[in-house]
């Protein structure tokens, strides 16, 4: 059986983009750099997946909207 995990990076687009409440955010971008992962972008959000190996799999999300309406889906 596969084991999937998610890690999801909230932040906010435009001016706020530089403060600490973008550390998550700025967190999977850099993992995204990191290994060379390009991002599949959607509309509300963009992700790739880490296959660690054919049991483990990471999935890596960022919001592109502002954090106070990241429930707004």
Not at 46 to 59: G, N, Q, S
Request: aromatic content about 16%; overall charge positive; proline content about 3%.
């Amino acid at each position: 059986m596969k084991k999937r995990f998610c890690v999801i990076g909230l932040g906010n687009p435009d001016k706020y983009a530089l403060t600490r409440h973008n550390y998550g955010k700025d967190f999977v971008q850099w993992v995204s750099q990191d290994l060379s992962l390009p991002f599949i972008t959607e509309k509300k959000s963009k992700y790739f997946i880490l296959h660690i190996d054919e049991h483990i799999e990471v999935l890596f999300l960022v919001t592109n909207s502002f954090m106070n309406t990241t429930g707004d889906y």
